[in-house]
């Protein structure tokens, strides 16, 4: 029998709790009967070779996709019918695979298009949304604002726009973009993708600096092993739409299916080594 209050999980829930979740997409079962938990404060990573079904996962946590059947619970609140923007409005803040900024925008107008998560939209709230409550929340949002670029190191590029950035930088736009939200679990999809070894170390930097100074819980897809290993708590490895195995790092490399599923046969302590050489390239390139 639950002792805890109505709404308000126990103290060792998950901040985020995915339950049996299936999702199809006609005939192809993107995913099936996928489960785990979101601890508050870790830094979570879903993994598994192409197609998989990580970013289908991504998608229905964030309330784009529908799942056929299961549950996505956030705070203890069981949200799989919520929309996606009121599920922003919840705590929920997420980044694209494909950077999704307005590239003709400069970056900071990027950042304050972040915030419209938390924007009145009903008339009502609008009409009575106004004198010292609106300045009051305008000073606010323009010291997060402040906080996530001095935060980010993107202080000189505020007012350049998007296009003329490079990858590296544009991705950490993205990120600013998410941190408007002021999310309290922020979805990175694949966050260093196409980004060189120093654009890398730097992500990763602000990926564990966002946890420790913000308290943001992360959850994130991502290819680079090396980062994967490195920066999470909790690793869970998806394979055919289907979660194959989950634990720390060192539980999931040491796990003979893991090995399987990115190797196609099982030679442990070789993918341990490109684990650990950070080398995600190489180990899509063996699956390949
Ligand atoms: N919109 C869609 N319509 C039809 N099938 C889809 C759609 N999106 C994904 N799929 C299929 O669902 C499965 C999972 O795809 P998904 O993109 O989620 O994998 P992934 O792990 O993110 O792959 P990658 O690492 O290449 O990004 C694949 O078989 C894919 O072809």
């Known amino acids: 029998m639950e002792t805890h209050p109505p709404g308000i999980p126990p103290a060792s829930a998950p901040l985020l709790q995915v339950d049996g979740v299936t999702l199809a997409f006609g005939g192809v079962k993107a995913l099936t009967g996928v489960g785990f938990g979101v601890q508050a404060g870790s830094i979570t990573a879903v993994i598994g070779p192409n197609g998989a079904g990580k970013t289908s996962l991504f998608n229905t946590i964030s309330g784009f996709y529908r799942p056929a059947s299961g549950a996505i619970r956030f705070k203890g609140q069981d949200i799989t019918r919520v929309p996606a923007p009121q599920r922003a409005r919840l705590g929920l803040g997420r980044s694209f695979q494909n950077i999704a900024l307005f590239r003709g925008m400069t970056v900071l107008d990027n950042i304050k298009l972040g915030r419209h998560a938390h924007l009145k939209t009903n008339v009502l709230d609008a009409l009575l949304y106004i004198g010292r409550a609106r300045r009051e929340e305008a000073a606010l949002r323009a010291e997060i604002e402040e906080r996530i670029i001095d935060f980010l190191e993107i202080d000189h590029i ?24 002021q999310p309290e679990v922020l979805m990175l999809d694949e966050p260093v993708a196409g980004m060189n070894r120093e654009e890398t170390e730097d992500m990763a930097r602000f990926i564990l600096d966002v946890r420790a100074e913000w308290g943001v819980t992360v959850l994130m897809v991502e290819h680079d092993m ?59 390139g063996a699956a390949a």
């Open 158 to 181: 505020r007012h350049a726009p998007v296009s003329a950035l490079p990858y590296g930088l544009q991705k950490r736009v993205e990120m600013a973009r998410a941190l408007a939200m």
């Open 226 to 284: 090396g980062m994967v290993m490195d920066l999470s708590d909790h690793v869970v490895v998806l394979n055919f739409g289907q979660v194959i195995a989950q634990g720390t790092p060192a539980e999931v490399q040491a796990n003979p299916e893991v090995v399987r599923a990115y190797l196609g046969a099982g030679n442990v302590g070789d993918l341990r080594a490109r684990f650990q050489a950070g080398s995600a390239t190489a180990v899509q």
